[in-house]
T-cell receptor, first 113, second 111 residues
Framework: EDQVTQSPEALRLQEGESSSLNCSYT??????LFWYRQDPGKGPEFLFT???AGEEKEKERLKATLTKKESFLHITAPKPEDSATYLC??????????????FGKGTHLIIQP | DTEVTQTPKHLVMGMTNKKSLKCEQH?????MYWYKQKAKKPPELMFV???????INESVPSRFSPECPNSSLLNLHLHALQPEDSALYLC??????????FGQGTRLTVV
């Protein structure tokens, strides 16, 4: 069974204070690892897909990296509008077909002005 | 365009009611999904449709009944729900069966 663990559960930063969120995973065969941002009461917003160890993706103040056991979401000089819950999810080889995603519990990020 | 549209945005229903949630995407994606999300929890997979055929049903109670009328539409029919079924119901679609693009969800309250 696929497992995804995110840490920390919650993180409070000052505006401009860079940090990293962690996502560790255990899967039978990774087809893809995904990062989403979710605002309260809204659907998750797709951020990144990572497929293989060593891969990196960037978007504005966010950078996602992947190793064989974990992924990091680095946030550089965050702004208050970056406050949200960040979800990590995996898609694995579990019989083929259009399988769904397995999500971690998320990191609730608060950026204080 | 990565838009998945869900209606209604909010729904309040009694335990004896029958209602339906609707989802639409016009991106030509081959897979569509229903997820359920309780407060402060991650989304949990309920149903997967691939090429309009149900491929995964994650042991969801029969009071939830999915339907995929065509490649752009996905419905979730609700009947005899319980208060513990109150949650945010999310529809998603995927071009490859991997990365998923989510709608804004339907906030369901069962009274």
């Amino acid at each position: 069974e696929d497992q995804v663990t995110q840490s920390p559960e919650a993180l409070r930063l000052q505006e401009g204070e860079s940090s990293s969120l962690n996502c560790s995973y255990t899967v039978s065969g990774l087809r893809g690892l995904f990062w989403y941002r979710q605002d309260p009461g809204k659907g998750p917003e797709f951020l990144f897909t990572l497929y293989s160890a060593g891969e990196e993706k960037e978007k504005e103040r966010l950078k996602a990296t992947l190793t064989k056991k974990e992924s990091f979401l680095h946030i550089t000089a965050p702004k208050p509008e970056d406050s949200a819950t960040y979800l990590c999810a995996v898609h694995s080889y579990s019989g083929g077909g259009a399988d769904g995603l397995t999500f971690g519990k998320g990191t609730h990020l608060i950026i204080q002005p | 365009d990565t838009e998945v549209t869900q209606t209604p945005k909010h729904l309040v229903m009694g335990m004896t009611n029958k209602k339906s949630l609707k989802c639409e995407q016009h991106m030509g994606h081959r897979a569509m999904y229903w997820y359920k999300q309780k407060a402060k929890k991650p989304p949990e997979l309920m149903f997967v449709y691939s090429y309009e055929k149900l491929s995964i049903n994650e042991s969801v109670p029969s009071r939830f009944s999915p339907e995929c009328p065509n490649s752009s539409l996905l419905n979730l029919h609700l009947h005899a729900l319980q208060p513990e079924d109150s949650a945010l119901y999310l529809c998603a679609s995927s071009p490859t069966g991997a990365e998923a693009f989510f709608g804004q969800g339907t906030r369901l309250t069962v009274v």
